[in-house]
């Protein structure tokens, strides 16, 4: 399988998530452009962390707008495996492929520090190869990382298990102190109803290699791994988002 | 006409105005003098401090690159080179501190990724008044956010540094930041114009009326007027940075131009002079084709302007489409707006005019050095008799005096709004003596640290300067690094006191013999002076850079207790040695006395003997003791330990308690090792000439020191940490 990484301007997780899936993982990885309107026929597609655009007006605002990304809305249309982590969950709320939006965090400052998170659904093609509960210590690092969304929307995605992962403190537990940017519910990451597009504001690119302090972060790439080359080659989603094209 | 008040506004003398004229065979132009005003600042011609810059060790096997270009470059082998620099912006950051510390940053990456480097980390030497004072606090608190806001967006990690606080920098903040790349050593690329006929492209930002003066600025006190300066402050693009370090990194990889410099102090005019005097060469440019911002800028203010992110870039005349097609996918201008020609001059028109035709030598090597005047520094205040210093009942408590002060707490709420882990190679976090990267595809790893203990060089300037590289050197050796090279940025107040020129030239003479012991090169750096606000001068303030390299990633070591039932060993002999000591300072309000005794060839022979040690494995956590001595050492180890261990220390000797507990002795550094290993590493260390004594061991949930059966302190580790933890938050509405 292949996986994508989109560089838009102002990314700068890009070269730590293509080391991650490639170096690591050993999985072909390649550059997505912005300014393109070519998948080059990956299999999943990550939004990188970074400062897309320079996110001076909204985190993920200009990039929503970006020629890669109508590609990237009709390649989740037909089934495509969507990953955004960071910047690229905000541009995926931005975008409407995910639910809610990415609010300044509660301190008013940035925070890069290791954070838990708990895994609350594994019925996912990013969490399938985690238990339910198990508990994952990531680094986490933004301004724009405490989860909203309006109270309708949060009933529904908690009633449909959009929920995947929430801040808890080492035993796994769900405490104020431990939900550092103030998010609603606790809530690091979601995903979309369908369930191929996972956004997270944790980053498991920087957890993903014991050297570096944690290797809790492969399982998510592991579970997209796994759901992927399960299935046999991905060529017929990707001639599925070639057709979701066409029909637009 | 070019009268005294003028040549005033320009902070030229009279005297060089005369050498100015008599150079360029000219009476020159407003324009010529602005141009002679910037590069013959203090800031760009080192008028003050060349004469003594020279004593510095700039020579050894690594160095590929000396003091003279942007930054320095060392060979660490396998075709690669690591890049670095250290820069203050400590004026600019006093009057807009988020917009005076970002555009440092900013400054030192174009530095960096200028000699074809990509920046791999930043770390930072920070220097406050006093938190509990509301306008230093909102000063840190704008620095600290400006340098995250620029780091952060660009992606390049902060990956440690210091926090000092103290009054005499309340009025006059500093704000030093150090960069590191790596580089194959094939792709560096010099500030310099080369073969007539190869075209001058300026690339990046527009130009814009920010910052001109901003060189002349920085070589000047501050009075009461300083409010006024903020236009001359610049304002960050750090989106903008990041476009221009992808695209001028893409260029230079691709071979595709023949020199490159950025603008930073005294923007277009320092780059076009520099790197055409580089290459010994002239250049042409027409100031009509440079990306204006504004409408009706003059030659002046154009050629003067400090905008941001900009760059200029020499390439053959075959090359520009290819170099502009490059900056075009990155949204970039890059107009061609001038021509490297023979003669060596400089010829700059505007409107059809020729505004500007001198001689480049002259602007850039001909600047006048002076031996300015000098009084000795005094002798240090002596140190109340020990006597005198009533030593105190509760020694727990001076204990965790000490751990809340601002200097030693914990510094996490300032590294937490840095992104420190951002290209995943940050391997030890911020808080380690020293921050360790690796190096993606080799089993070396570089180990980098800034260090400097202003009270020590206030005390006694060229034994603090020791200390200051001494120090250093032993953090890299705490985590198992070899030192390789030495930035400096020295901040110093108006050298135009003979008290202050007597401080600059015994610091730098002190460090020079420290970097000779050590045999480590000095490959650049900075000088910042007029750090006097309202006539009072800053504590004379070196800070050391060192990159150090470690052979042997799986072997570096981190500060913190690993396992109960460790030996704790103590290298290195106390004395007694109270001045200048943050415990005087903070438990009994007394800065005085002379800093600790070092004896370099000692302190030589503790770092390879603990760098050996690290080697053979003997070793499972090391740090160096510093600021809080013994005590503060102990408790940070514990701090440091994934499990908060204690330890159980005993102490004999002829020392009073508090002394052997707080006194700031140099070459020593506590260590913990297998009780199975004490015996190898107790006889390593004596066959290396070098004291060490087991102390105790690693256990249980406090800090324990006793003395002949008799407890002297006794501390739960989770207290201590809470205190040290909560030192600085404390000052902070927000919460930690």
């Given amino acids: ?248 | 006409m070019i009268d005294k008040s003028l040549l005033d506004q320009h902070a030229l003398t009279e005297d060089e105005y005369r050498l100015i004229v008599e150079l360029i065979g000219k009476e020159p132009n407003l324009v010529e003098l602005g141009i002679f005003s910037v590069m013959w600042s203090e800031h760009c011609g080192y008028k003050s401090s060349r004469v003594h810059l020279k004593k510095l060790p700039t020579e050894g096997a690594r160095v590929v690159q000396g003091p003279g270009e942007n930054a320095g470059v060392l060979d660490i082998g396998e075709g690669r080179v690591v890049v670095f620099k250290i820069e203050s912006h400590n004026h600019p950051s006093f009057i807009e501190p988020y917009q005076g510390a970002a555009t440092g940053v900013g400054g030192i990456l174009r530095d960096i990724f200028t000699m074809g480097a990509r920046p791999i980390a930043v770390l930072d030497s920070l220097r406050f008044g006093p938190p509990d004072d509301p306008m230093s606090r909102s000063v840190m608190e704008g620095v600290v956010s400006g340098i995250a806001g620029y780091g952060n967006s660009i992606g390049v990690p902060t990956v440690g540094g210091e926090v000092y606080f103290d009054r005499c920098y309340a009025l006059n903040p500093l704000v030093n930041v150090f960069c590191l790349g790596l580089a194959d050593k094939d792709k560096i690329f010099l500030a310099k114009a080369e073969g007539a006929g190869n075209k001058v492209l300026y690339v990046g930002a527009k130009t814009g009326r920010d910052g001109i003066h901003g060189a002349t600025m920085a070589s000047a006190e501050f009075g009461e007027e300083t409010e006024h300066k903020r236009p001359n402050v610049q304002v960050g693009d750090p989106f903008k940075e990041k476009l221009l370090l992808e695209a001028c990194l893409e260029v230079m990889d691709r071979g595709l131009i023949v020199g490159i410099q950025d603008m930073g102090a005294a923007g277009l005019t320092c780059s076009t002079t520099e790197m055409a005097a580089k290459g010994g060469m002239g250049i042409v440019v027409d100031l009509d084709r440079v990306p204006q911002r504004e409408a009706g800028m003059t030659p002046y203010e154009i050629l003067l302007s400090e905008s941001q992110e900009r760059m200029l870039i020499v390439a053959t005349p075959e090359n520009v489409p290819a170099v502009q097609e490059v900056f075009a996918r990155w949204d970039l201008d890059a107009p061609v707006i001038g021509e490297v020609v023979e003669g060596g001059r400089a010829r700059i028109s505007f409107k059809g005019e020729v505004v500007v035709d001198i001689p480049v030598d002259a602007v850039v090597n001909l600047c006048p050095a002076y031996e300015r005047p000098i009084v000795p520094p005094p002798p240090p205040p002596p140190a109340p008799p020990l006597a005198e210093i009533p030593p105190p009942a509760d020694l727990a408590g001076a204990l965790l005096r000490v751990l809340g002060s601002p200097t030693i707490a914990d510094k996490q709420w300032v590294f937490r709004q840095y992104d420190h882990m951002v290209q995943v190679n940050t391997v030890f976090l911020p808080g380690a003596d020293a921050a360790v990267l690796r190096i993606k595809g080799s089993k070396e790893a570089l180990a980098v640290t800034l260090d400097g203990n202003a009270l020590y060089t206030r005390l006694d300037p060229r034994t603090g300067a020791r200390i200051a590289v001494a120090e250093a050197c032993r953090n890299l050796a705490a985590v198992g690094a070899r030192p390789i090279g030495v930035t400096n940025c020295l901040n110093f107040g108006n050298p135009e006191k003979p008290e202050v020129m007597g401080q600059f030239e015994q610091a730098v003479t002190g460090m020079a013999e420290a970097c000779r012991t050590f045999g480590i090169p000095v490959t650049g750096g900075n000088v910042s002076f007029y750090n006097d606000t309202e006539g009072l001068s800053i504590h004379p303030t070196p800070v050391i850079g060192i990159v150090g390299l470690i052979d042997d990633l799986g072997r570096a070591v981190s500060p913190g207790f690993k396992a109960a039932g460790d030996a704790v060993v103590l290298i290195g002999e106390s004395f007694e040695e109270l001045g200048g000591s943050e415990y005087l300072k903070v438990v009994h309000g007394v800065e005085a006395g002379a800093p600790p005794a070092i004896d370099l060839e000692l302190e030589r022979r503790t770092q390879e003997m603990l760098l050996e040690a690290i080697g053979a494995g003997l070793v499972r956590s090391a740090h160096d003791l510093s600021e809080g001595g013994l005590a503060a050492a102990l408790a940070e180890c514990a701090f440091h330990s994934a499990r908060k261990l204690g330890c159980e220390v005993g102490l004999d000797g002829p020392l009073r308690d508090d002394v052997l507990l707080f006194a700031e002795s140099q070459s020593r550094v506590l260590v913990t090792c297998r009780k199975a290993d004490l015996a190898k590493l107790l006889a390593l260390a004596a066959r290396r000439g070098v004291p060490a004594k087991a102390i105790g061991r690693v256990g249980g949930t406090a800090l324990a020191v006793g003395r002949a059966g008799r407890t002297v302190l006794r501390v739960p580790v989770e207290k201590a940490f809470r205190v040290w933890k909560d030192g600085l938050p404390a000052y902070f509405k927000s919460p930690a």
């Avoid at chain 1, 925070?111 to 895994?119: K, M, P």
């Avoid at chain 1, 933004?142 to 298990?161: N, Q, W």
């Avoid at chain 1, 997270?200 to 997209?224: C, N």
Wanted: glycine share 10%.
């Fill in chain 1, 1 to 248: 399988m292949t996986f994508g990484v989109v560089r838009f301007p102002g990314s700068n997780c890009d070269f730590d998530t293509v080391h991650a899936l490639r170096d690591v993982l050993k999985r072909k990885t390649v550059l997505l452009w912005h300014k393109d309107h070519d998948l080059r026929g990956v299999d999943c597609v990550v939004l990188p962390g970074g400062f897309s655009y320079g996110d001076y007006l909204r985190s993920g605002a200009i990039a929503r707008f970006s020629p890669i990304m109508q590609e990237v809305r009709a390649f989740a249309a037909a089934g495509g495996r969507v990953l955004g982590i960071c910047n690229g969950f905000q541009i995926l709320c931005e975008s409407g492929l995910l639910p809610g939006a990415l609010l300044r965090n509660k301190g008013l400052k940035f925070l890069c520090q290791h954070v838990q998170i708990r895994v609350e659904n594994v019925r996912t093609d990013f969490t399938r190869a985690l238990r339910k509960g198990q508990v994952l210590r990531i680094p986490i690092a933004h301004f724009d990382g405490s989860y909203y969304a309006p109270p309708r929307v949060l009933r529904e995605i908690e009633r449909r298990g959009q929920v995947v992962f929430r801040y808890c403190d080492p035993d796994g537990e769900v405490t104020a102190a431990a939900n550092v940017n103030g998010s609603l519910n606790a809530i690091a990451g979601v995903r979309n109803d369908r369930g191929n597009v996972l956004g997270l504001m944790p980053h498991p690119e920087r957890a993903s290699e014991r050297l570096l302090g944690s290797a809790d972060g492969r399982g998510i790439f592991e579970s997209v791994i796994l759901s992927l080359e399960r299935r046999g080659p991905a060529r017929r989603r990707a001639s599925a988002a070639k057709k979701a094209r066409h029909d637009r």
